[in-house]
T-cell receptor, first 112, second 116 residues
Framework: QQKVQQSPESLIVPEGAMTSLNCTFS??????FAWYRQHSGKAPKALMS????GEKEEGRFTIHLNKASLHFSLHIRDSQPSDSALYLC????????????FGKGTQLIIQP | DMKVTQMPRYLIKRMGENVLLECGQD?????MYWYRQDPGLGLQLIYI???????SEGDIPKGYRVSRKKREHFSLILDSAKTNQTSVYFC???????????????FGAGTRLSVL
């Protein structure tokens, strides 16, 4: 069964700095990798996803995937207080959303 | 506007009572899901529905059942609720086209259930 682990569990970052969040997975055949963000008391919302090794950038957010090391990460450039939230990584071995396994999350606080 | 709507938002029940959580979506998505979220455990999949009357167990189905009679509507039922079913329940939907960007999960705002 797929195991997904996130680190760190919580993180405090000063406003304007770079934030780096990590996710490891156990199944080397995994095909789809995603990050979701959940503000306090709200629904999780998809941020970014990636299928193949490498890097993908959307605005201030960059996702890195290294399947060989069973690791992917999310980097937030110029972190803002509005980025404070619970970040969830998710992995699918089918390539679709129907069998996503979520990590337990990283609680991010951006300090003004 | 793409939307997943959950009712009710908050619910308090006594142990042994039956619970019905309802979810609707306006995106004509084939696939719908029920998750529960507990502190320190993350999101856990209870059931998936691939279409009307086509339901599949997730990772923690025990104590739950589901019903999907219309594509846009998916219900979660707790028969004789237990205190360990106190949680936040999220419904989600997706197109689930594997290998494309159309497999994003769209979540509802959640139902906070307390079983006393």
């Amino acid at each position: 069964q797929q195991k997904v682990q996130q680190s760190p569990e919580s993180l405090i970052v000063p406003e304007g700095a770079m934030t780096s969040l990590n996710c490891t997975f156990s199944d080397s055949a995994s095909q789809y990798f995603a990050w979701y963000r959940q503000h306090s008391g709200k629904a999780p919302k998809a941020l970014m996803s990636i299928f193949s090794n490498g890097e993908k950038e959307e605005g201030r957010f960059t996702i890195h995937l290294n399947k060989a090391s069973l690791h992917f990460s999310l980097h937030i450039r110029d972190s803002q207080p509005s980025d404070s939230a619970l970040y969830l990584c998710a992995v699918s071995d089918t390539g679709g959303a129907d069998r996503l396994t979520f990590g337990k999350g990283t609680q991010l606080i951006i300090q003004p | 506007d793409m939307k997943v709507t959950q009712m009710p938002r908050y619910l308090i029940k006594r142990m042994g009572e039956n619970v019905l959580l309802e979810c609707g979506q306006d995106m004509s998505h084939e696939t719908m899901y029920w998750y529960r979220q507990d502190p320190g455990l993350g999101l856990q999949l209870i059931y998936i529905s691939y279409d009307v009357d086509s339901n599949s167990e997730g990772d923690i189905p025990k104590g739950y059942r589901v019903s999907r009679k219309k594509r846009e509507h998916f219900s979660l039922i707790l028969d004789s609720a237990k205190t360990n079913q106190t949680s936040v329940y999220f419904c989600a939907s997706s197109l689930s086209v594997a290998g494309t960007s159309q497999n994003t999960l769209y979540f509802g705002a959640g139902t906070r259930l307390s079983v006393l």
